[in-house]
T-cell receptor, first 113, second 109 residues
């Protein structure tokens, strides 16, 4: 296990389609975070899991967005009925516990056309 | 007003120069992180600080808790240091980072 893996690296989709991204955290990390980053901006928090429990969701996460971490290992982030404003880099990070170091994945770049 | 402010937003340096990037934050924190993001998007965690100073190779990070200020220094800069450097604060409460908007560094040979 060499780090946090995200799949796919790039996704181009037509407006209105659904997309799903996957994040595989470092295996012993029980905390998993999703962030969204638009061009020229710092990442924005979307949601956070501790094991399989989704403990916090940002107001940015509209009802078109859903995230799961069913077995407390990998996580998926689904966007339904994509809009052009959803175009961004979606970053996943994991951590062993609060105040431990965080490891980020390489991100999934979504382009909605 | 953002919880985390970084300066400068953009920085161009000649190879070999000493570089400083500044970060100020307005929330109580448990830790302050410096991250590096290369073109293509992947983020690498450089430092996590709660006090004092840390050094890794040519990179040095300092934090002044009383002044709510941190700096990232790069000594003997090199073109491969060209990246976006992001300051992020882990607040005392809550489970998320507050991110600065990043400093885009270009080191010219």
């Amino acid at each position: 296990d060499t780090g946090v893996s995200q799949d796919p690296r790039h996704k181009i989709t037509k407006r209105g389609q659904n997309v799903t991204f996957r994040c595989d955290p470092i295996s012993e990390h029980n905390r998993l975070y999703w962030y969204r980053q638009t061009l020229g901006q710092g990442p924005e928090f979307l949601t956070y899991f501790q094991n399989e429990a989704q403990l916090e969701k940002s107001r940015l996460l509209s009802d078109r967005f859903s995230a799961e971490r069913p077995k407390g290992s990998f996580s998926t982030l689904e966007i339904q009925r994509t809009e052009q404003g959803d175009s961004a880099m979606y970053l996943c990070a994991s951590s062993l516990a609060a105040n431990y170091g965080y490891t980020f994945g390489s991100g999934t770049r979504l382009t909605v056309v | 007003k953002n919880e985390v402010e970084q300066s400068p937003q953009n920085l161009t340096a000649q190879e070999g120069e000493f570089i400083t990037i500044n970060c100020s934050y307005s929330v109580g924190i448990s830790a302050l992180h410096w991250l590096q993001q290369h073109p293509g998007g992947g983020i690498v965690s450089l430092f996590m600080l709660s006090s004092g100073k840390k050094k890794h190779g040519r990179l040095i990070a300092t934090i002044n808790i009383q002044e709510k200020h941190s700096s990232l220094h790069i000594t003997a800069s090199h073109p491969r240091d060209s990246a976006v450097y992001i300051c992020a604060a882990s607040p005392n409460t809550g489970n998320q980072f507050y991110f600065g908007t990043g400093t885009s560094l270009t080191v010219i040979p």
